[in-house]
């Protein structure tokens, strides 16, 4: 028995350099939490799914991908500013000081240790 279909294929859109640049000029750290924001969605409606597997998918070692996911352990304040803010000083904060501040349990402590973390930081001209 033979069954035979038509597809209609549609040519898929690239991305071009212009949105490969919009990317970039984003700060790392909201790449990263966006990019843990889509792995738990992932991993939430594929429960088959590896957080090792994903790794693969996107070429990250798992210790990487257990970096990223721990940022999903900031509280929400510093979730959404690092989402939504437009402020400059994102781009200064490096992946390593806000797993730092991950690592803390208590979410007014991290408040306080994200606020230090912006002192902190050089003032831009």
């Known amino acids: 028995m033979r069954n035979e279909f038509t597809v209609n294929l549609k040519k898929a859109k690239t991305h ?17 939490l966006v990019l843990a924001h889509q792995i738990k969605n992932t991993l939430e409606t594929s429960p088959s799914r590896t957080l090792k597997e994903i790794a693969g998918w996107i070429g990250y070692s798992p210790a990487r991908m257990s970096q990223i996911m721990n940022l999903l352990f900031l509280s929400t304040f510093i979730q959404e500013e690092i989402l939504f803010s437009s402020k400059s000083f994102l781009h200064q904060i ?30 831009q001209r």
């Open 94 to 123: 490096s992946m390593n000081t806000a797993h730092q501040i991950s690592r803390e349990l208590l979410w007014d402590k991290q408040k306080g240790l994200w606020l230090q973390a912006i002192e902190t930081l050089p003032t």
């Open 16 to 32: 071009t350099s212009r949105d490969r640049n919009k990317l970039h000029k984003e700060p790392i750290l909201r790449q990263y």
